[in-house]
């Protein structure tokens, strides 16, 4: 795959490979945990890939760095720009950082604190927008055109695809043979990508994807066999998956490779976020929290025993973090 490419490939396993191989010493592999107290609480031997603590908090550290280290010495001299609350933004931030690339990023304003910041101390320039009235998009392509920096999408690439399955890569080398699998799905970049990598190494691993609820439009698309919007949504703690409608790209592999998509509330995150880090010891976000919750709310279809839960991000701010104590009345 060239770094100029037709924005239309869809990748394969052998992109996930070369993901890999770039990624190599420089993403954290991060390691499965269980916990007896989980196992008894789901009925189920469940597994966790504690993305939270990887590079910047989140899974956005592998499709970024991929991306941005596929660029030319021209394209990575005319630098980069990135919309995203605030996981995408990141791993494009600490990317650029690690790579010497200039990086301007699009961030709404009500983006979460702890994400900002995480951004700004790599020393990424912030443009912030308003969610409402304007178009992330447009301000991301008036930059390109403006400074020549390449445009780098948050889920829709074959590169960010391909980075983000060097997650599923780690737990099909794991040693561990899963029944299922399930992942948090917002525009759908880390659940395509993990599904090449599972498909092509562990086929009868079944995958499913969880999202928040009203902004279920991988479940609407599910139903309908076709890329489908949900409407009117209130807000949500889960600011990391509130994707419109499922990426071009990442539908294709997504509608043939999923087996189900659950949805979840709010305070089922915050539950899930609370039991997280007593049993697991590991801090996640609402939106990192949503496969767990999931799980934790006995969607998962009762033919299935051993699993894999993706825990995706754990960049949250203290005072969500705090409502999610009080849900347990920590």
């Known amino acids: ?90 791993g494009v931030s600490r990317a650029a950082k690690e790579l010497g690339i200039s990086a301007i990023i699009v961030m709404p304003e009500d983006a979460p604190a702890v994400k900002v910041k995480g951004v700004k101390n790599d020393g990424a320039q912030i443009i912030f927008y308003d969610r409402m009235s304007q178009s992330r998009e447009q301000i991301a392509a008036d930059i390109s055109a403006r400074d020549g920096r390449i445009v780098v999408p948050s889920y829709d690439d074959p590169y960010i695809i391909a980075g983000q399955g060097t997650a599923g890569l780690e737990i099909a080398q794991s040693g561990h043979d899963f029944d299922a699998l399930i992942t948090c799905i917002g525009g759908g970049g880390l659940c395509a990508g993990i599904s090449l990598a599972m498909n092509a190494l562990k086929p009868r691993t ?50 043939k490779s999923l087996s189900d998509v659950f949805t979840v509330s709010d305070r089922d995150c915050l539950m899930a976020m609370a039991l997280a880090k007593k049993e697991l010891g590991v801090q996640l976000e609402p939106g990192g929290a949503v496969a767990m919750a999931s799980v934790l709310k006995g969607k998962m279809p009762k033919e299935h025993k051993k699993i894999v839960v993706i825990l995706s991000g754990g960049n949250v701010d203290d005072d969500v973090a705090r409502q999610a104590d009080a849900v347990l009345g920590v």
């Not at 992109?15 to 191989?21: I, M, Q």
């Open 206 to 255: 079944k995958i499913y994807a969880a999202e928040p609820e009203h902004y279920n439009d991988h479940q609407l698309s599910f139903c309908a066999k076709h890329r489908t919007a949900f409407g009117t949504a209130p807000p949500t703690l889960c600011d990391a998956l509130m994707t419109p409608i499922p990426g071009e790209i990442t539908w294709q592999i997504n509608s």
């Open 1 to 90: 795959m060239s770094s100029h490419i037709i924005s239309e490939y869809v990748p394969n396993f052998d992109d996930v490979k070369a993901a890999a191989h770039r990624l190599e010493g420089h993403a954290i592999k991060t390691q499965l945990i269980n916990s007896p107290v989980m196992n008894e609480m789901c009925g189920l031997d469940v597994w966790f890939k504690p993305e939270c603590n990887q590079k910047v908090g989140a899974f956005k550290y592998r499709g970024a760095f991929n991306r941005l280290s596929a660029m030319s010495a021209d394209e990575r001299k005319r630098g980069v720009v990135a919309y995203s609350s605030g996981n995408h933004a990141q």
